[in-house]
């Protein structure tokens, strides 16, 4: 390839204002083509884009233009300013990594299907250090109960129990995503399955069980069957924002019962004819369910307000300088 000649390459990883671009088995560095600086932040490159690039042989290539996604992952920042984090794109399953011990949260497995099927992903919970719990079962059911739309595997890394339950994902060509709490057993549970040890891995605290951020960025790796890998860093918390089709997702029956209530703007309170009312008597729906499926709704209301008043003001802002 001549320099400065224009090729296409996926971004592997991203530290600060460095990028690296997977092209013909090479991790490229790279730079970005000072244009996206005064573009849409949703435009930036992420872990996991097609971008096209600029080849140079001495030094930074120079990335000049993503191409269109497939899937595209985000939260809300962890600092709560409203403003969005885009995480990886182009993932075809996201293992939700979740460890059996105090890791695991039935309300936190929601919001990670919630910002899965939003991202146009699907979300495969993936249940870990099945060799710690007595009841392993009991876990399977539960999180089979939250949503038709998550699949969910109890497994051992360690133990190498329940890890062929996972080989139908690994399909050449398709990205698959690791996230999940510190400690969970991501980056263990990558390595289990490509046989090598590919990520550095750590001990979790006694304590509460949570880890030490061991793995401190995302990275996609490509396997040699084919498929690329993302591990990522714990995620403290994930929280709701401009996520509500993908909890509709998550929640489909309790959408789909809505629209039998013989009112369109039944609150599920007093009015007759409630379908939601009528399956939480019969025992069809779990009134915890229902509870968890509003708070991440009002969750997610709250936080979409907050971001259209902060757009509000960085517009005004912007005016007021222009003026200036
Ligand atoms: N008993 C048991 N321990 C496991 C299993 N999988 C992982 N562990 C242990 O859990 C600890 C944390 O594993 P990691 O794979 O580093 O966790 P991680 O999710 O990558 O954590 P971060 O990189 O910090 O986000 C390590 O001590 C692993 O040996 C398992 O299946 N069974
Ligand atoms: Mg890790």
């Not at 042989?57 to 709560?80: H, N, W, Y």
């Not at 399909?171 to 390595?191: D, Q, R, W, Y």
């Not at 990520?199 to 690329?228: C, F, P, W, Y």
């Amino acid at each position: 390839m001549n320099s400065f000649e224009l090729s296409s390459g996926r971004i592997s990883e991203i530290r600060k204002n460095s990028f690296f671009v997977r092209f013909n088995g090479q991790e490229l560095p790279a730079k970005l083509k000072g244009s996206f600086y005064e573009g849409d932040p949703e435009g930036f490159p992420v872990v996991g884009d097609y971008v096209s690039f600029e080849y140079n042989p001495a030094g930074d290539s120079v990335i000049t233009g993503v191409k269109e996604r497939k899937s595209l992952l985000m939260r809300p920042d962890q600092s709560k300013t409203g403003v969005m984090q885009y995480m990886v794109a182009n993932v075809d399953y996201v293992f939700i990594v979740t460890a059996l011990n105090e890791d695991y949260s039935y309300n936190r497995v929601a919001r990670y299907s919630s910002l899965v099927q939003q991202g146009g992903a699907i979300p495969v919970v993936v249940l870990t250090k099945s060799d710690l719990c007595g009841n392993v079962g009991r876990y399977v059911r539960e999180v089979e109960s939250i949503s038709e739309n998550v699949r969910v595997h109890a497994i051992s890394a360690i133990y190498d129990i329940g890890l062929d339950e996972l080989e139908e994902y690994f399909e050449p060509g398709v990205t698959i995503c690791f996230m999940g709490s510190s400690g969970a057993g991501k980056s263990t549970l990558l390595n289990a399955l490509t046989g090598e040890e590919t990520m550095k891995t750590g001990a979790v605290r006694e304590s509460d069980s949570t880890g030490k951020h061991t793995t401190t960025h995302r990275q996609l790796i490509e396997l040699e069957n084919g498929v690329s890998v993302i591990d990522t860093p714990g995620m403290r918390e994930v929280g709701m924002a401009g996520v509500q089709d993908g909890i509709d997702d998550t929640f489909a029956d309790i959408i789909e019962l809505e629209s039998r209530c013989r009112f369109s703007d039944c609150k599920h309170d007093t009015e007759p004819g409630c379908a939601i009312k009528a399956a939480i008597e019969s025992g069809e729906l779990a009134p915890e369910r229902l509870m968890l499926y509003r708070n991440l709704s009002n969750e997610n209301t709250r936080n979409y307000a907050k971001k259209k008043e902060i757009s509000k003001w960085h517009k005004a802002y912007k005016k007021y300088l222009e003026n200036m």
